[in-house]
């Protein structure tokens, strides 16, 4: 068993590694670090915290970021689609429209049931 057959998977792991840890490196070695109260303040959601961290979200927003994950995921299918258009001819087409349409009916029906309001 030849180990130079493995040099190019070493390389690539390697290079790999470095381009993730290198950036941080830099960033900790040269970045100015001077942390005042205003830095070390809450920012994610633009006010101070009040309740405990553990507290109960409300249902609607797990199903609006499962909808949004849903129609996003629907609509990395038109890529691939978009590009094959030309090799899959009129039935691609077709079979792609039936589809648009099956998500478009869910989108209302979505709409309609009031899944995309928020309060």
């Known amino acids: 068993?030849?180990?130079?057959?493995y040099l190019p998977?070493?390389?690539?792991?390697?290079?790999?590694?470095?381009v993730g840890v290198v950036p941080q490196l830099l960033g900790r070695l040269l970045g100015p670090n001077k942390p005042d109260s205003e830095k070390n303040s809450p920012y994610?959601?633009?006010f101070e915290a009040f309740e405990d961290a553990r507290m109960k979200f409300d249902v609607r927003?797990?199903?609006?970021a499962?909808?949004?994950i849903l129609f996003d995921?629907?609509?990395?299918?038109?890529?691939?689609?978009?590009?094959?258009l030309k090799e899959i001819?009129?039935?691609?087409?077709?079979?792609?429209?039936?589809?648009?349409?099956?998500l478009v009916v869910g989108f209302i029906y979505e709409w309609k049931k009031g899944a995309l309001d928020w309060e």
């Open 9 to 18: 998977v070493l390389l690539f792991i390697l290079v790999g590694v470095a």
């Open 61 to 64: 927003y797990y199903l609006v």
């Open 89 to 102: 001819g009129a039935v691609g087409f077709w079979s792609m429209m039936i589809f648009l349409g099956i």
């Open 1 to 5: 068993m030849n180990l130079d057959q």
């Open 66 to 68: 499962i909808l949004f």
């Open 44 to 46: 994610e959601c633009g």
């Open 73 to 84: 995921l629907e609509i990395a299918f038109l890529f691939p689609w978009a590009v094959a």
